[in-house]
Structures are given as C-alpha cells and as structure tokens.
C-alpha cells in the first residue's frame, strides 16, 4: 500500500459525458502527478501540482483540467469524453521538495471505460 | 521534446535466465529512476541512480547509469516469475531548469516462462 488513494476503482460512463477522478496523496506529501496510461502504452505524464499550484504540465488535453485544493487532495476533470479516452487513470504523489527529483509513490488507478 | 528510448518493448525468457532493459537519451540526465509495475498493479519505485558511472545492487537486480549520463540498464540475474511486469525508466533532464518533471520510457515488459 502506497498510502496514496484514488476514486473511483472503476468508472463507466459515455461519449460526451464527465467525470471526475480524485487522489488524495500520501501524507505529508506536497506534490501530485496525474498520469494516463493506454493499453500497451507506457505512462503519458499529464500535470504536477504542488501545495496547490501547477508545477509541470505534460499531454494533457484542454478537454481535462485539474486542481489541487487547500487540503491537497486532487482532482482531475475529464469533459467531452471520446472513446480514446477510456484508459487506467494513475495519480502519484511526493515530497515535492525544490532542487530534487523525489521518489513518486502511484496510487492504485481509476479505470475509465468510455462507451 | 525530449524523449527517453527504452528497449526492447518486450521480453520473454525462461525462468533461471537473465534479462536486461535500456535506457536511452540523446541528452544529459540529470538522474533517472526505475519503476515495476506489476500485471493489473501500479507502478513501484525501485531505485533512483545520479551519478556519472553508478551501479547499484538490489539483490538479482543490476542499475547502472552510463559515464555520460545518457544511458542506463536494469539486469536481472536469474529471473524468476515474481519478477513478470512492466519495467519503467524515468529521467530528469540535466539543466531542465523549473521544468522537473520526468520523462518516462514506453517499459519493458518482461514476460517469465516457469
């Protein structure tokens, strides 16, 4: 157990729909990390956020948006779904310490399944 | 944009052989880590390697990072069937500035026939 949590496990829902996908990170851990991962892909880096401002951003779609709030939880939010959206949904969490690489600890996944 | 190249995409041995995944950049790294992730599972930290020439050891597991810091290897010895998954590099670009986020290669995945 990575201490990070994730909700929902599974979500189905249909094209042009949104959802919603949270994290909470591991305690004391300032930095979220929202990934997209396909099948047979590898991890496409979405965004980072730290103590609650955006740090870093990958591939991610204007469709999606994200926060982190007061608390640091995290949400990403999927609008306009398309059937290539429907992939594993991981966000990691770290330290997030200035001038360090940190150790990304992985939540165990949202599965989104678009129809 | 930058680019981490990870080969092979796949690998399937037999139990008791060895196994080796690489990592390839065009460009400096500053560090690089190594993620499993296991069948169904999340992605595990496994090491993080920063200096020119590193090697580090965990049990059968072999990290080593290049002299230019362009390049690493993950060997197993012997493998076994608890080490079937996808293994994942993740590089820090060397001067990336504010820019700190990782670059991840595509993983080997690495299959084990008992």
């Known amino acids: 157990d990575s201490g990070v949590t994730q909700t929902p496990k599974h979500l189905i829902t249909a094209t042009g729909q949104r959802v919603t996908l949270r994290c909470s990170p591991r305690s004391g851990d300032l930095s979220v990390y929202w990934y997209q991962q396909s099948l047979d892909q590898g991890l496409q880096f979405l965004i980072q956020y730290y103590n609650g401002e955006e740090r870093a951003k990958g591939n991610i779609l204007e469709r999606f948006s994200a926060q982190q709030f007061p608390d640091l939880h995290s949400e990403l939010n999927l609008s306009s779904l398309e059937l290539g959206d429907s992939a594993l949904y991981f966000c990691a969490s770290s330290v997030g310490g200035r001038g360090s690489t940190d150790t990304q600890y992985f939540g165990p996944g949202t599965r989104l399944t678009v129809l | 944009g930058q680019q981490v190249m990870q080969i092979p995409q796949y690998q399937h041995v037999q139990e008791g052989e060895d196994f080796t995944t690489y990592c390839n950049s065009s460009t400096t790294l500053s560090n690089i880590q190594w993620y499993k992730q296991r069948p169904g599972g999340h992605p595990v930290f496994l090491i993080q390697?920063?200096?020119s020439g590193e090697v580090k050891k965990q049990k059968r597991l072999t990290f080593q990072f290049g002299e230019a810091k362009k390049n690493s290897s993950l060997h197993i010895t012997a493998t076994q069937t608890t080490d079937v998954g996808t293994y994942f590099c993740?590089?820090?670009?060397?001067?990336?500035?504010?820019?700190?986020?990782?670059?991840w290669g595509l993983g080997t995945s690495l299959a084990v026939n008992p």
């Open positions: 993740a590089a820090q670009a060397f001067n990336a500035g504010n820019n700190r986020k990782l670059i």
């Open positions: 390697l920063v200096k």
